[in-house]
């Protein structure tokens, strides 16, 4: 007897020597980060339509690249049967010469391509026009500029900005919390030792990692389809695709807190806003952050040298400091905004 008394005795004395932690809610916010972070391991319906949506456009773009569809001289030319390298090469003199002598292409000879001998001075001030084009298919600085600028336009402003980066921020961001309401899980949540605010800031911590892979990755993807081109692009705008994807986040991490349904709503902001929105004339595209976005990739372009009068639905961007200025300024307020809708929301299990 005495010898169990002694060793409960040094039991409780040790346990009593041993510092007691207390709960710290700084612990308990970061495990909350950590969980939301794991819990996107599991790719939703949502992250799977995005996936292969980034699929085709990846395809389409080295489809394209492959055919040399975002070079001038091998682009169908206006009013010709070939294409600007052969209607080029038929405008020269020697080929109008061949042509007017009963040559092949004598028949797409236009009245003012066919050479006048007997007229010198005409006829040296009509070659002189008429080989311009093949003098431009010749200038290597010309071509480059004109292909990267198609690519900007097509591939990256309008498929992947427009389309392929909101849908990739939308399947992850809106999962924050809707993977809660699936499992009626939210109300749980809400009873942990953590004010309401840091359980939606948690949340977004968690999920923007995802978030800027599959943005950042998605484009990295569309950009290394594009041979020299797309990977040009990728050095200059892999900014403004970061900065992209983070606001893109913060609206979306919102949507899914406040809605039910947050994948039907962010579809609708996507399709009906963003892609409407940043396109219209005037002021109201100052409401659009894809406008901001690509106001960034612009001004990039133009300190470059590029003719960026290529986009013009561009012609009227702000600043990249301002652009910079609203990005932030956007992430930043729509998250406060969030974490105090968050915080005064009701929440139930029933979905």
């Not at 206006?78 to 040559?103: K, M, N, V």
């Not at 950009?223 to 994807?245: D, I, N, Q, S, V």
């Amino acid at each position: 007897m005495a010898d169990g008394t002694s060793s409960q005795s040094e039991t409780a004395n040790r346990q009593s020597e041993m510092p007691s932690e207390a709960p710290s809610a700084a612990r308990a916010w970061c495990v909350l980060v950590v969980q939301s972070f794991q819990r996107h391991w599991r790719v939703r319906q949502m992250g799977w339509v995005s996936l292969a949506l980034l699929g085709v456009v990846v395809f389409w773009v080295a489809l394209v690249t492959q055919r040399g569809g975002w070079d001038l001289p091998d682009q169908r030319a206006r009013r010709s049967f070939g294409t600007y390298r052969q209607e080029a090469e038929r405008l020269r003199p020697d080929s109008r010469y061949d042509a007017a002598a009963g040559g092949p292409n004598e028949k797409l000879l236009r009245p003012h391509e066919i050479p006048n001998p007997f007229n010198p001075t005409e006829d040296a001030l009509r070659s002189l026009v008429l080989s311009v084009p093949r003098a431009v298919m010749n200038s290597e600085k010309f071509l480059h500029d004109w292909g990267f600028m198609t690519y900007s336009r097509w591939v990256v402003h309008l498929v992947f900005f427009g389309f392929v980066l909101p849908l990739f921020t939308l399947s992850y961001a809106s999962g924050a919390f809707g993977t809660d309401r699936e499992s009626r899980s939210l109300v749980w949540l809400m009873t942990r030792p953590i004010p309401r605010s840091a359980i939606y800031l948690a949340k977004f911590v968690g999920t923007l990692p995802w978030c800027l892979a599959f943005g950042l990755g998605g484009f990295a993807a569309v950009c290394l389809a594009g041979g020299p081109l797309g990977r040009e692009a990728l050095a200059r705008y892999w900014p403004a695709a970061a900065a992209a994807t983070v606001a893109f986040a913060s609206v979306f991490h919102l949507v899914g807190a406040i809605f039910r349904r947050p994948v039907v709503v962010g579809l609708i902001y996507v399709f009906f806003f963003e892609a409407v929105v940043a396109a219209l004339p005037g002021s109201l595209k100052l409401l659009s952050l894809t406008f901001y976005a690509r106001s960034l990739m612009y001004n990039e372009a133009a300190a470059a040298g590029y003719p960026v009068d290529m986009l013009p639905a561009m012609a009227a961007a702000v600043s990249s400091a301002t652009a910079w200025w609203v990005l932030a300024a956007a992430a930043v307020g729509i998250n406060l905004a969030g974490m105090w809708l968050f915080a005064r929301s009701e929440y139930r299990d029933d979905v």
